[in-house]
């Protein structure tokens, strides 16, 4: 799986949107971009995911660049209940390359009043 | 809709002693895979579980072993704990042993003394 690149950390303001970035310069064009968060001493929770185009949630949106080197996972509305850690996770999809997600150090979000 | 869950929440055990840490897949999830999160670390693959067996392994001793029942539920056991051991051991499931999307249980948190 490709490596990815996040800031360390990051601090946002309520109410405002959060916009996370994240580099996987050597993604495959096969790999799919993942984003989870974990809270602290929780289990990560799944956010998003995508592979070319740009996806939106409830929770989030997932825009790609076109080359697909990096992403920007961005929280519309930022709460103080999204302050957690963030990963972005680039994961191959065939069911021979298997189910492991390959974690980096993630970003830490601090959602400010 | 019942999610990932796992049991015990907390465990302490002293060096040289076994552990068995249990996972229930959400429902209508059949693959199971674990694990586990060193105090300041991201999340690190240790093996999964699909049909009963083992299909992928990541870069721990042998020590660690684990078992996947019929109803899918699975166990993960560490021999001869070490002080190292320490940490939270989280376990993902999905449907079909395939790439699809991994949910995270709370996670049982491991002390070693």
């Known amino acids: 799986d490709a490596k990815t690149t996040q800031p360390p950390s990051m601090d946002c303001a309520e109410g405002r949107a959060a916009n996370l970035p994240c580099n996987h310069s050597?993604?495959?064009?096969?790999?799919?971009v993942y984003w989870y968060r974990q809270i602290h001493s929780q289990g990560p929770q799944y956010i998003i995911h995508?592979?070319?185009n740009n996806e939106t949630n409830e929770m989030a949106s997932l825009i790609i660049t076109e080359d697909r080197k990096s992403s920007t996972l961005i929280l519309p509305h930022a709460t103080l209940r999204d302050t957690a850690v963030y990963y972005c996770?680039?994961?191959?999809?065939?069911?021979?390359?298997?189910?492991?997600?390959?974690f980096g150090g993630g970003t830490r979000v601090l959602v400010k009043p | 809709d019942a999610g990932v869950t796992q049991s015990p929440t907390h465990l302490i055990k002293t060096r040289g002693q076994q552990v068995t840490l249990r996972c229930s897949p959400k429902?209508?999830?059949?693959?199971v895979s674990w694990y586990q999160q060193a105090l300041g670390q991201g999340p690190q693959f240790i093996f999964q579980?699909?049909?009963?067996?083992?299909?992928q392994r990541g870069n721990f001793p042998d020590r660690f072993s684990g078992h996947q029942f019929p109803n899918y539920s699975s166990e993960l056991n560490v021999n001869a704990l070490l002080l190292g051991d320490s940490a939270l051991y989280l376990c993902?499931?999905?449907?079909?042993?395939?790439?699809?999307?991994?949910?995270f249980g709370p996670g049982t948190r491991l002390t070693v003394l």
């Open positions: 996770i680039v994961r191959a999809p065939y069911k021979a390359a298997g189910n492991k997600l390959t």
């Open positions: 050597t993604i495959s064009g096969n790999e799919y």
């Open positions: 995508g592979l070319k």
């Open positions: 429902s209508g999830h059949d693959t």
């Open positions: 579980y699909y049909e009963e067996e083992e299909r």
């Open positions: 993902a499931s999905n449907w079909g042993g395939s790439t699809d999307t991994q949910y």
